[in-house]
């Protein structure tokens, strides 16, 4: 069994592809269903990651299944328009090192955002609640989230932290003279568009409104509530803001081009920024062919700004030497661990073959050396315990201190 994972992001596709490969609560529990019924012992488990930049699959599996279970999860989730050279499939170190760049924000677009690693401990989390993530692939993820911690710590790779939400204020405040003059609408009320508002409210714009599936209060700071309306008021409300954030997990687009189209008609063609950030996509592309209205994706918000960027590189180049070095000493133990677990099985399932009157015959004599000697000499065909070669190989002063502790509890 080894650590194993394929995905698509932002340098290998653009936003048209990666909306088609999304990975949630409910296709998860489909797919673990499906995978392990497929595979069965040679799949122990998985979870995935959906983000603005990505699309990620983690799991641990027997060593070259990778492709077997990449095609797999493609035919589940019918997919079958993105083309594979725009995915990447690594295993083992490769594979926990990238996990490690991934949640520390070294592998985004925009370097060392901090907004990913809350967003990869959330999909972990809802996972191992949905009973879908194993020991062993719990037990690398655990070290994913402790080699990113000394990363972050030990660097300046979050230095003025740039974020999704942050960077759409820049593009707000590049684009108007007097941001706080302009009405805003945001489309959805989860942690990103609550993040938007919030960097809203805290930039001086008061003007906010927001559109959600239902009608929710959000509170802001310094006690400030905004009440969303219900979606059904989209298109009423289109009409009287000069900028339109969406934000919503949404399978199908929801603000189309008549929508627009009808609004600038209201507003006398008076003209709409629109912000995307919804993946998949909230706004119909078509509407970048609307003259008065200024529609940006998130590929394209991510590209308008790398303020710092030299010294966040410098930082990310230390960031990834912790990585490389702590991800292996993760794997050394990782590796270690499962040694010991298969040698403490397969000495477990030895011995309780014994009889009672062996067990209390060598409780008393407290001599092992033949017990040692029958371990030693096995020749049993059991490909799930691997024919006992893992026992066979420790020192027998280990598996002497073994037989100690199993008959000190027998």
């Given amino acids: ?141 655990k070290k994913v989230i402790e080699i990113v911690k000394i990363a972050r710590t030990d660097t300046e790779i979050g230095l003025n932290p740039l974020s999704v939400s942050g960077l759409t204020m820049k593009l707000i405040h590049n684009i108007f003279e007097k941001p706080d003059k302009q009405n805003v609408l945001v489309v959805g009320a989860g942690s990103l568009a609550f993040s938007v508002m919030e960097n809203l409210y805290r930039s001086g714009i008061k003007n906010i409104n ?68 919804g993946v998949p996509r909230n706004v119909e592309d078509e509407i970048r062919n609307i003259e008065q209205a200024y529609l940006f994706s998130i590929d394209d918000i991510e590209k308008i700004t790398q303020e710092n960027f030299g010294q966040r590189s410098i930082e990310a180049e230390k960031a990834m030497n912790i990585i490389a070095v702590e991800s292996k000493k993760a794997l050394e133990s990782f590796e270690l661990k499962t040694s010991r677990d298969k040698v403490n099985i397969q000495l477990d399932t030895f011995l309780q073959n014994l009889s009672s009157e062996e067990v209390k015959q060598f409780k008393e004599s407290k001599d092992y050396s033949e017990l040692i000697k029958s371990i030693k000499t096995l020749n049993i065909n059991d490909s799930n315990l691997n024919n006992y070669e893992d026992i066979k190989q420790i020192d027998d002063h280990i598996i002497e201190s073994m037989i100690k502790r199993f008959f000190s509890n027998a």
């Fill in 1 to 141: 069994m080894e650590l194993q994972l394929f995905g698509i992001n932002h340098k290998t596709s653009v936003i048209s592809e990666r909306e088609k490969f999304i990975i949630n609560e409910s296709n998860q529990i489909i797919l673990d269903n499906h995978l392990k019924r497929i595979f069965k012992g040679d799949f122990e488990s998985f979870f995935g990651i959906s983000t603005c930049n990505r699309t990620e699959i983690y799991f641990v599996g027997k060593k070259g299944i990778i492709n077997e279970v990449f095609n797999e999860v493609l035919k589940i989730l019918d997919i079958n328009d993105i083309p594979k050279n725009c995915f990447y499939f690594l295993t083992n170190h490769n594979a926990l090192a990238h996990m490690c760049k991934v949640a520390s924000g070294i592998d985004s677009q925009v370097l060392g955002e901090q907004e990913i690693f809350g967003q990869f401990k959330i999909a972990f989390k809802k996972s191992s609640e949905h009973k879908i993530v194993g020991k062993k692939l719990s037990y690398l993820t």
């Fill in 210 to 277: 927001s559109v959600n599936r239902s009608i929710k209060n959000i509170k802001l700071r310094n006690s400030y509530e905004i009440v969303s309306s219900s979606l059904d008021t989209l298109h009423d409300q289109l009409q009287f803001c000069d900028i339109v954030i969406a934000s919503a997990t949404a399978e199908i687009p929801l603000i189309g081009k008549g929508a627009i189209e009808n609004a600038l008609s209201v507003r006398k063609n008076k003209p709409i920024l629109i912000i995307d950030l």
